[in-house]
């Protein structure tokens, strides 16, 4: 299993996301992750949405392995000022993932109906690529809409951790929900023990 998640590299290997547009290069160097290009929306604010726009297609050309990543809405009181500039750049991202074929690793807080609307009005034109939503903790009668829309998911031990895990997580399909550490990659063994003790609780 990889990690689905992650910020810094490790032996387990998996989807090693930026933050800044100033990481590309070091993700992209890492030695066996898979790199995503993208701009974290706690940034959104210092970020050229044209310049990330051509950026990213030049990036997705040059590593065809690639994801884009990190991208996605947070509406939480410290960062919904920014939301405007969010949806900005969260559009471009979804282009770009779109026009590569890869796979968009997706941040979402307080910010779930908004995504999935969003979400939805491109697979409504046609242009919804795939996507990941990472440290996933809405309820399942949310996740079966992601899910509809072809979208998968990712937890770590914040997520694992939490009372209503089981209820979240359990009827969501195998090949539909992953291992993930976020920023802290010293984690993964107990996240893989959390993981594994999810399944049972269906
Ligand atoms: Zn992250």
Redesign the pocket.
């Known amino acids: 299993m990889k990690d689905y998640?992650t910020?810094h590299p490790h032996s387990a290997g998996g989807f090693l996301?930026a933050?800044t547009r100033e990481d590309w290069d070091r993700v992209a160097a890492a030695e066996g992750m898979q790199p995503c290009f993208g701009v974290?929306p706690w940034h959104a604010r210092t970020a050229d949405p044209a310049q990330i726009a051509f950026d990213l297609d030049e990036y997705l050309t040059r590593y065809p392995q690639a994801g884009v990543g990190?991208t996605g809405l947070d509406f939480s009181v410290a960062h919904r000022d920014d939301a405007e500039a969010q949806r900005t750049l969260l559009q471009v991202h979804l282009g770009a993932a779109f026009r590569h074929d890869r796979m968009a690793h997706l941040?979402c807080v307080r910010a779930h109906e908004e995504l999935l609307r969003l979400l939805r009005e491109r697979n409504r034109c046609g242009t919804l690529p795939r996507f990941l939503i990472?440290a996933w903790n809405g309820p399942h009668e949310l996740a079966r809409e992601f899910l509809a829309l072809g979208g998968i998911f990712s937890v770590g031990k914040r997520e694992l951790s939490h009372p209503r895990a089981a209820e979240r997580y359990a009827r969501i399909p195998v090949g539909k929900i992953f291992p993930e550490t976020?920023?802290h990659p010293e984690d993964w063994k107990t996240v893989l023990a959390m993981f594994a003790v999810l399944r049972f609780q269906a």
Request: zero cysteines; charged letters at 30%; hydrophobic letters at 10%.
């Open positions: 998640h910020h996301n933050v974290h990190e941040h990472h976020d920023d």
